[in-house]
Every structure is written in C-alpha cells, then in structure tokens.
C-alpha cells in the first residue's frame, strides 16, 4: 500500500523560511516524478513544484519560481520543497504527490503552512 507523509509545516513570519518533506511507504522516490500543490482556503488545488525521476528539470509555478526549491533526498526515500521569502499569501494546505503516467496519482495527507504578516 502507498502511503505518503507530508510534514513540516507550521507558522511563520513573513520573509521566513520553512522546509517541507515527503515521505513515501510503498514506493521509492527515486522512480517516480514527484510534485508539490497546495491549496488556499475557498481555492482549488494548484501546482507548486514538479521534479523528475531523476532529479532534473524541476519547474515551478510563476508565483514561487525563485524562492521555492523542491529536491530529493533519494538515500531517504523523500522528497523536500524547501521555501523562503515566503508571504501571506503563500498560507495553504500543502501536498505531495507521486505521478504516474504524467499525473499526480498517489497524494500525501497534506501539511499546514501560515504565513503571518
């Protein structure tokens, strides 16, 4: 059974920094491309960051290019979403997800980040 666990979130100020990580069970990282979403209170889910199976080409939504980094830590089997300079309107549910034939498929339970003005 895949399972996947989303932590790291919390509180922060802006401009702060926060590190989110993946944690996969049942699947190892390092053979599907992984991504980031998140969603806003009285939003749709949104595309945050994307990276491949083999760790090149990570994209990015316009409204984090520059201050969102995802990687992976494939030694652990995880996934981070590493993010700084971040604002108010960064607050969200944030997800991981394991992609399967070019779509999210197998999706973390979500992790809270508040950004405080």
């Known amino acids: 059974q895949v399972q996947l666990v989303d932590s790291g979130g919390g509180l922060v100020q802006a401009g702060g920094s926060l590190t989110l990580t993946c944690a996969p069970s049942?699947?190892?990282?390092?053979?599907?491309?992984m991504g980031w979403f998140r969603q806003a209170p009285g939003k749709e889910r949104e595309f945050v960051a994307f990276?491949?199976?083999?760790?090149?080409?990570?994209s990015y939504a316009d409204s984090v290019k520059g201050r969102f980094t995802i990687s992976r830590g494939n030694a652990k089997n995880t996934v981070y979403l590493h993010m700084s300079s971040l604002k108010p309107e960064d607050t969200a549910v944030y997800y991981c997800?394991?992609?399967?034939?070019?779509?999210?498929?197998?999706w973390g339970q979500g992790t809270q980040v508040t950004v405080s003005s």
């Open positions: 997800a394991a992609y399967v034939s070019g779509t999210p498929k197998y």
């Open positions: 049942g699947i190892t990282v390092s053979n599907y491309p």
């Open positions: 990276i491949s199976w083999n760790g090149g080409s990570p």
